[in-house]
T-cell receptor, first 115, second 113 residues
Framework: GAGVSQTPSNKVTEKGKYVELRCDPI?????LYWYRQSLGQGPEFLIY????????DSGLPNDRFFAVRPEGSVSTLKIQRTERGDSAVYLC?????????????FGPGTRLTVL | AQKVTQAQTEISVVEKEDVTLDCVYE???????LFWYKQPPSGELVFLIR??????QNEISGRYSWNFQKSTSSFNFTITASQVVDSAVYFC??????????FGRGTSLIVHP
């Protein structure tokens, strides 16, 4: 079946602009995670959804970052007034509902470059 | 707070050599889960194994094996008879009661033919 997909695969924007990154999880997976991965680092947790609600958003670095998942499937990560330091690969992952701590299935990521 | 340390930044071996990737973790939770993921050059992380804190049995899957030792807070990963296709970045991760994973910085494995 289809895996986790993310669009766009690459996004180049100018400092101060607004961007949206999209994640389509595996069908039936209710847990969805967003991570940020900088070069040479491991994925850094941003936010976790269980269903439609954000169960934990403690990883969001500041109020310029926001994420939604209105119907419990597709999620959008929104970044306002982008800064050069936001440049990174943004990863999305999903997990099946019936295994609270289970393996995560990752998407290919969106590489964001802020000029 | 939880922490995962992968002290080896990069390991270079020749094909058919055995290689062990180290992972040391810190957590105050008594129930937790440890994971290994592989990130090949294509970029997509792939799950390899999950181990819970109550199961210290070592596991073998083909050329891969994992050694979990609570006494030393380590969860090491060994690849036997390495192959060029094993070249990737490998991440160790820990999830405790908060359900939020903490990843290590990763170990880049380069297998030369």
């Amino acid at each position: 079946g289809a895996g986790v997909s993310q669009t766009p695969s690459n996004k180049v924007t100018e400092k101060g602009k607004y961007v949206e990154l999209r994640c389509d999880p595996i069908s039936g997976h209710t847990a969805l995670y967003w991570y940020r991965q900088s070069l040479g680092q491991g994925p850094e947790f941003l936010i976790y959804f269980q269903g439609t609600g954000a169960a934990d958003d403690s990883g969001l670095p500041n109020d310029r970052f926001f994420a939604v998942r209105p119907e419990g499937s597709v999620s959008t990560l929104k970044i306002q007034r982008t800064e050069r330091g936001d440049s990174a690969v943004y990863l999305c992952a999903s997990s099946p509902r019936d295994r609270v701590i289970s393996e995560q299935f990752f998407g290919p990521g969106t590489r964001l470059t802020v000029l | 707070a939880q922490k995962v340390t992968q002290a080896q930044t990069e390991i270079s071996v020749v094909e058919k050599e055995d290689v062990t990737l180290d992972c040391v973790y810190e957590t105050r939770d008594t129930t937790y889960y440890l994971f290994w993921y592989k990130q090949p050059p294509s970029g997509e992380l792939v799950f390899l194994i999950r181990r819970n804190s109550f199961d210290e049995q070592n596991e073998i899957s083909g050329r891969y094996s994992w050694n979990f030792q609570k006494s030393t807070s380590s969860f090491n990963f060994t690849i036997t008879a390495s192959q060029v296709v094993d070249s990737a970045v490998y991440f160790c991760a820990l999830t405790g009661g908060s359900y939020i994973p903490t990843f290590g910085r990763g170990t880049s494995l380069i297998v030369h033919p």
